[in-house]
């Protein structure tokens, strides 16, 4: 007899429908067709010694088992279920009627139990635009497929409760979540600006940072709070909106890295992979790929702690990742591609001793030692960061000062605001939403200097002696200053607090 149900497999971070059709005809063994990969291979094993441990009886018969379509690559074990219920309804051994009604996945434990897969939330949004009525999964994957609207997901935690449902043996409640429901109930991020004391000039320029999409850099000696004001930086970002929700959720989901009980993901990610970490870890691929960390970061945060420890080799993968806002990983047969849109967060000692330009402490490294050191990040990854912020740590005073700093909540107020403005600007223009992904045709648009400010710029350039790279950012950032005043003209103020953003271009670093 021949029957056919529903499930599906992963590319990049969407889900691509797989129709499992069996066949059991007189005979004996069984065989996998459709270009199943290893582990689909494998799902045979679990299968029928989850059946043995389940009391079904696997038949003897001969089954032809085909995943199509065909020229698809399937990873993964999430399809031993459906590969199960398909063997089960050709033998008649569960009622077929609800067999092409739902999706169905899960990976088979040796005994029965069915076991958490991977991109839940894309394989439900699949399930529901081939108007399947419901999708059937492991309990511990329901919160996230819950969130796809009009679908009805069914939970299980069992070969045997899922052949009793399919029976019609046994009631299971569907998993239901209104998707506005989820985005309410936003948890508060644990940590806030209020935590920290003073630094209101660094405090200023992660504002400014934030408003205008760019990426930033903060130099300062060993303690001085870099790691902690860089954790509050997704605090003070704009909500995230559902689609960024979804998609965000989607990459989270599809690298296995929901919690059980995780729907939707409602906080802006803070990514902070070690310096030891691989290129692969960092920008996704190898064998059965996987997003990396740009990609986990992705409508977030990746924050690069002590960037001088990471390799060159690392920094550079992230150069194409940082241009495109996205990452296609290519094997020989396909490519997927993977959202990469984050913001660049880093931090760095000022010297190798740590103590450069420390109020107390003596610096002990030579100027030529502060020069190189600086340097040893310039290049293409440095061209791409528009703020430098040097933190100096906090006065005794300062830091037993009681009075409650400003939280993120009304930082965040201030950005949303600078946001909408940028949001107004850029309408039209596919795929710009803030002043930092402005391209030099766009700067000369929409950043028009009066005589006074150009005349200050340039005379900043001279004084300071800094590079020509930092003139286009310094337009930018002074552009999302103006924004935060909400002035529609770039302003004298605005340039000058831009250019003290700029610590590093400084020629004289390290002979000060
Ligand atoms: N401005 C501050 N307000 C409150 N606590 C601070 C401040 N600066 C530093 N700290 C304390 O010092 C610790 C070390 O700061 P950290 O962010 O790790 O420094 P860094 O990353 O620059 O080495 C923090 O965890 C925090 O407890
Ligand atoms: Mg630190
Ligand atoms: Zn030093």
Redesign the pocket.
């Known amino acids: 007899m021949f029957t056919k149900c529903y499930a599906a497999t992963l590319t990049g971070i969407e889900a691509i429908l797989v129709e499992v059709e069996t066949n059991v005809s007189p005979g004996l063994g069984m065989s996998l067709v459709g270009l199943p990969d290893n582990a689909v291979k494998e799902s045979q094993e679990r299968i029928r010694s989850a059946f043995m441990n389940s009391d079904v009886r696997m038949p003897g018969k001969r089954i032809i088992v085909n995943l199509a379509p065909a020229d698809i690559k399937k990873e993964g074990s999430a399809l031993d279920l459906s590969i199960a219920a398909a063997i089960l309804g050709a033998t008649e051994q569960i009622a077929q009627q609800k067999l092409t009604d739902y999706m169905i996945m899960g990976e088979l434990s040796l005994d029965g139990t069915v076991k958490p897969i991977k991109g839940a939330l894309p394989i439900a949004i699949n399930a529901h635009k081939n108007g399947l009525k419901g999708i059937v999964l492991p309990i511990s994957n329901a919160d996230e497929a819950a969130v796809v609207e009009g679908l009805e997901v069914i939970g299980v935690t069992s070969l045997r409760e899922f052949i009793d449902w399919m029976n019609g043996d046994i009631e299971i409640t569907p998993h239901s979540k209104e998707m506005a429901n989820s985005l309410a109930k936003k948890t508060p991020y644990a940590e806030d600006f209020a935590?920290?004391?003073?630094?209101g000039y660094v405090k200023r320029a992660l504002e400014v940072a934030v408003a205008g999409g760019h990426n930033v850099i903060?130099i300062?000696?060993?303690?001085?709070?870099?790691?902690?004001?860089?954790?509050r930086m997704p605090t003070i970002m704009p909500p995230l909106t559902l689609d960024e929700a979804l998609e965000t959720t989607k990459i989270h989901s599809v690298a296995g890295k929901l919690g059980a009980d995780m729907g939707l993901m409602t906080q802006r990610p803070f990514r902070s992979p070690h310096h030891t970490t691989s290129p692969v870890a960092l920008v996704g691929g190898g064998s059965n790929p996987q997003p990396g960390e740009i990609s986990l970061a992705h409508n977030g945060i990746l924050f690069l702690?002590e960037l001088p420890e990471f390799g060159r080799n690392i920094l550079e993968v992230l150069r194409q990742p940082l241009e495109d806002k996205n990452i296609m990983i290519s094997r020989a047969k396909y490519s997927i591609e993977y959202p990469a849109n984050f913001m660049l967060v880093a931090?760095m000692n000022p010297c190798p001793c740590g103590y450069y330009n420390h109020p107390t402490k003596d610096c002990v490294c030579s100027s030529g030692a502060v020069f190189k050191y600086i340097n040893k990040i310039s290049g293409p990854l440095f061209d791409r960061i528009d703020l430098h912020v040097e933190?100096v740590?906090?006065s005794f005073e300062?830091?037993s000062d009681p009075t409650p700093a400003e939280s993120s909540a009304t930082i965040r107020e201030r950005v949303i605001k600078a946001r909408q403005i940028q949001s107004e600007r850029f309408k039209g223009l596919s795929g710009v939403h803030t002043n930092a992904m402005m391209s030099s045709s766009m700067i000369k648009e929409f950043c028009k200097l009066s005589d006074q400010c150009t005349s200050l710029l340039g005379k900043a350039m001279d004084k300071l002696n800094l590079s020509a790279r930092a003139y286009d950012r310094i337009i930018k950032v002074a552009r999302t200053i103006a924004d935060l005043a909400d002035s529609k003209e770039i302003l004298p103020q605005h340039i000058a607090e831009a250019i003290n953003y700029r610590s590093l271009d400084r020629a004289n670093w390290g002979q000060q």
């Open positions: 935590d920290v004391k003073g630094q903060m300062g000696s060993p303690g001085s709070g870099k790691t902690m004001l860089a954790r702690d931090s933190v740590p906090v300062e830091m």
